[in-house]
């Protein structure tokens, strides 16, 4: 058995004499095919970028690393076991031989085969092995070239793995994305308006938090948009749900004051009660009196659409006819069917869709791309 010696190759960390930083940051993301933002956390760091070399393949990756300003050095040989049969290293006995040959050689008009070793007189073909000398030397500078060539497309497979997915930033990002929510929704309730700008925000704290953490790759940025937009979502929801909370308030307090306007009002809801049993009993009549009393817009009683009339009849003429009984509903009874119910009947989500219009899409479009290009690593312009 022989030794075969292998190399890695390892960046120091170091940039070359007359090189400049953003220069050699430039020069690897070229090189590597990584973003400029990748590119900052490899120069400056200590990294194996290749493994497993042998001498001369070695010496054309490190020629290239430092050709952009790259400090680079071997890493200790590493020695593996290979049969000798298939040795790419003369044994001691080969070496003195050839030694010998060429000594001789060097002597006389002599050279010796680089393939098979033999000594011969100076020829354009060996007479051993029958290698043209010229097509040899040119295929070993092809070999060479070749072996540069694959520096670019394989210096940096042993790189970190940007899309790996990242625990820490997720984290980050979902803490963000849930102080976001509640900040929407102290924003909206302080200033009884809800802010489109503030999904945007939303979304950029959450991809931001994640690239701090060192977010990278599709899977990062899927997640911290998703994160995005179920905290803009949340958010609106507990908005809406906390002008809700606020609005039962005011009609508790309502109840307990003693408003004369309400009273008012409930005091003539009763009278037009009375009357409305006393002289409507068809819809003429009944068309006469939504003019008198402005339940309608309409100018004239021939006027009034039909779908105005079925409301009435579905909505108001139960109400009038419950005032007008021997039994009417109290004031606090009076106050709450006419207010309470009507926000009772509302669910967060019916009010989150009639609030939701164009503007509420586009920043929440604009939060959910800007989580996804900062928590992938993609640059934020």
Same mark, same amino acid.
């Given at each position: 058995?022989?030794e075969? *010696?292998?190399?890695?190759i390892?960046?120091?960390?170091?940039?070359l004499?007359?090189?400049?930083?953003?220069?050699?940051?430039?020069?690897?993301?070229?090189l590597?095919?990584?973003?400029?933002?990748?590119a900052s956390?490899?120069?400056?760091?200590?990294?194996?970028?290749?493994k497993?070399?042998?001498?001369?393949?070695? $010496?054309?990756y490190?020629q290239? /690393?430092?050709?952009?300003?790259l400090?680079?050095? @071997?890493?200790? =040989?590493?020695v593996?076991?290979?049969?000798?049969?298939?040795?790419?290293?003369?044994?001691?006995?080969?070496?003195?031989?050839?030694?010998?040959?060429?000594?001789?050689?060097?002597?006389?008009?002599?050279?010796?085969? =680089?393939?098979?070793?033999?000594? $011969?007189?100076?020829?354009? $073909?060996?007479?051993?092995?029958?290698?043209?000398?010229?097509?040899?030397?040119k295929a070993?500078?092809?070999?060479?070239?070749?072996?540069?060539?694959?520096?670019?497309?394989?210096?940096?497979?042993?790189? *970190?793995?940007?899309?790996?997915?990242?625990?820490?930033?997720?984290?980050?990002?979902?803490?963000?994305?849930?102080?976001?929510?509640?900040?929407?929704?102290? %924003?909206?309730?302080?200033f009884n308006?809800?802010l489109?700008?503030?999904?945007?925000? %939303?979304?950029? +704290?959450?991809?931001?938090?994640? +690239?701090?953490?060192?977010?990278?790759?599709? &899977?990062?940025? %899927?997640?911290?948009? &998703?994160? +995005?937009?179920?905290?803009?979502l949340?958010?609106?929801?507990?908005? &809406?749900?906390?002008?809700?909370?606020?609005?039962?308030?005011?009609?508790?307090?309502?109840?307990?004051?003693?408003?004369?306007?309400?009273?008012?009002?409930?005091?003539?809801?009763? *009278?037009?009660?009375? &009357?409305y049993?006393?002289?409507?009993?068809?819809?003429?009549?009944?068309?006469?009196?939504?003019? #008198?009393?402005?339940?309608?817009?309409?100018?004239? +009683?021939?006027?009034?659409?039909?779908e105005? /009339?079925?409301?009435f009849?579905?909505?108001?003429?139960?109400?009038?006819?419950?005032? #007008?009984?021997?039994?009417?509903?109290s004031?606090? $009874?009076?106050?709450?069917?006419? @207010?309470?119910?009507?926000?009772?009947?509302?669910?967060?989500?019916d009010l989150?869709?009639?609030?939701?219009? /164009?503007?509420?899409?586009?920043?929440?479009?604009?939060?959910?791309?800007?989580?996804?290009?900062?928590?992938?690593?993609?640059?934020?312009?």
């Amino acid at each position: 058995m022989n030794e075969e *010696v292998t190399y890695n190759i390892v960046i120091s960390g170091e940039i070359l004499v007359g090189f400049e930083l953003a220069q050699v940051q430039a020069a690897a993301a070229e090189l590597f095919k990584i973003t400029p933002e990748q590119a900052s956390k490899v120069v400056g760091s200590k990294r194996v970028v290749k493994k497993g070399l042998d001498q001369k393949s070695a $010496q054309l990756y490190k020629q290239k /690393l430092e050709s952009i300003g790259l400090a680079t050095l @071997f890493e200790p =040989p590493m020695v593996a076991d290979v049969p000798s049969s298939m040795a790419l290293e003369p044994t001691d006995e080969e070496k003195s031989a050839a030694a010998e040959q060429q000594k001789e050689a060097s002597s006389g008009n002599k050279i010796v085969c =680089p393939k098979c070793n033999l000594e $011969q007189d100076e020829a354009e $073909q060996c007479s051993g092995c029958g290698v043209f000398f010229s097509k040899l030397k040119k295929a070993e500078q092809t070999e060479a070239e070749a072996q540069s060539d694959s520096v670019e497309e394989d210096i940096y497979e042993e790189e *970190v793995d940007y899309n790996s997915f990242n625990k820490n930033a997720i984290i980050a990002a979902a803490v963000a994305a849930f102080i976001g929510a509640l900040l929407w929704k102290f %924003i909206a309730l302080a200033f009884n308006y809800e802010l489109g700008i503030v999904a945007w925000l %939303i979304g950029g +704290a959450g991809g931001y938090a994640a +690239a701090v953490f060192g977010s990278r790759g599709q &899977i990062s940025g %899927i997640i911290c948009g &998703i994160l +995005a937009l179920l905290a803009i979502l949340g958010g609106k929801y507990m908005a &809406i749900s906390g002008f809700q909370s606020e609005w039962q308030e005011t009609l508790a307090t309502l109840s307990e004051t003693d408003s004369q306007e309400l009273k008012d009002a409930y005091q003539n809801e009763l *009278v037009l009660a009375k &009357i409305y049993v006393s002289e409507v009993n068809d819809d003429t009549s009944m068309r006469e009196f939504m003019i #008198a009393y402005q339940y309608t817009e309409s100018g004239t +009683a021939e006027s009034i659409p039909d779908e105005d /009339l079925t409301y009435f009849k579905e909505s108001t003429e139960p109400v009038l006819r419950n005032m #007008a009984s021997s039994t009417p509903p109290s004031y606090e $009874q009076w106050l709450q069917a006419s @207010f309470g119910d009507q926000v009772a009947s509302y669910s967060t989500f019916d009010l989150m869709q009639e609030s939701f219009g /164009l503007i509420d899409l586009v920043f929440l479009l604009l939060g959910v791309v800007t989580a996804f290009r900062l928590g992938s690593g993609e640059s934020g312009d």
